[in-house]
């Protein structure tokens, strides 16, 4: 049968794992391990070593959003913590990243990856009790989060520059997202071209051995788009469940919502919540957001009316 003469699918399955489509939305907490994320919550950047160290002795204190500690075990600590508090708030997935993916982002090489996040996910697989995802398009990190227990790699190129990934998260029984991205501009129009490069990750990824239920596609808002593709994009999203998978939607605090509403981005919680909402309504199943206390509830609310809840 090919991938495309299928029923939308019912799961998304990886490892021990197993979500119900359509029984609700489901809420990915953002865990950036990096120095400079667009979003300003990198767990790496600059603030007082003497602030951060009195927090992470006192749990009792409000954690604060960033970190600048050379110490790794704290570094640790303070990432896990943040991760429990998603997950209290309602995440139902943690998303680790050790590499920004904002515009003009600095490089790091997998060996600079894997230092940031490798025992980040040790610790998460064995203390929470949901599914650990890895942001990265990188075989070497892949590989050695896999071997550790992460459950998901999410992959912002859509497993086409490294098609190895999809075989090692077959190997491991882990799912995979695949997202749309692009360096050229988008000539023609934007759903069909973001159709047709979704179609070839779905491709990669079963021809790799990976089930059907093992796949989660993601349109890639922000990613080689302008602001009009983007708003298009959101217009239509209906139109991706032609795909028949299950949908990713991340647009937290994105420069779409900056542009729109001309606001830095501590300040676009509002604009998430409204790009959430419509994506809920227009049949999105998964959310990627970094304010998940406030999502959760966009998320139960926009359930109730449109799965009827």
Not at 17 to 33: C, H, P, Q, S, W
Not at 137 to 148: C, D, M, R, T
């Amino acid at each position: 049968m090919s991938s495309f003469e299928k029923s939308r699918s019912s799961y998304y399955c990886c490892g021990k794992y197993k979500f119900e489509i359509g029984k609700k939305t489901y809420i990915m907490g953002i865990l950036n391990v990096t120095a400079d994320s667009f979003s300003g919550d990198g767990l790496l950047a600059e603030v007082s070593n003497t602030a951060s160290k009195e927090v992470l002795c006192d749990k009792s204190c409000e954690l604060p959003d960033k970190l600048s500690v050379r110490d790794k075990d704290s570094i640790i600590d303070f990432a896990c913590r943040k991760a429990e508090k998603m997950v209290a708030d309602g995440a139902d997935i943690i998303d680790v990243g050790g590499e920004s993916t904002r515009p003009g982002y600095t490089v790091v090489d997998d060996k600079e990856e894997l230092a940031r996040v490798l025992g980040v996910v040790e610790k998460l697989v064995k203390t929470l009790d949901v599914p650990i995802s890895v942001d990265t398009s990188k075989l070497s990190v892949a590989e050695n989060v896999l071997k550790i227990g992460a459950h998901i790699i999410n992959d912002v190129n859509g497993l086409i520059k490294e098609p190895k990934i999809a075989n090692l998260a077959a190997s491991h029984g882990a799912g995979v997202i695949a997202m749309h991205n692009t360096t050229e501009p988008i000539q023609g129009d934007v759903l069909n071209c973001v159709i047709a490069s979704l179609r070839k990750s779905v491709d990669i990824a079963t021809c790799s051995g990976l089930k059907h239920e093992n796949i989660l596609l993601d349109p890639g808002i922000g990613f080689g788009k302008t602001l009009e593709q983007n708003l298009e994009i959101m217009r239509r999203l209906d139109e991706f469940k032609c795909l028949k998978y299950p949908m990713l939607l991340g647009t937290s605090r994105k420069s779409m919502i900056g542009k729109v509403l001309e606001l830095p981005v501590n300040e676009r919680i509002e604009g998430t919540a409204a790009t959430v909402t419509l994506g809920i309504a227009k049949g999105i199943d998964f959310i990627r957001v970094h304010d998940v206390k406030e999502m959760y509830k966009v998320a139960k609310m926009s359930d109730a009316m449109v799965r009827g809840l």
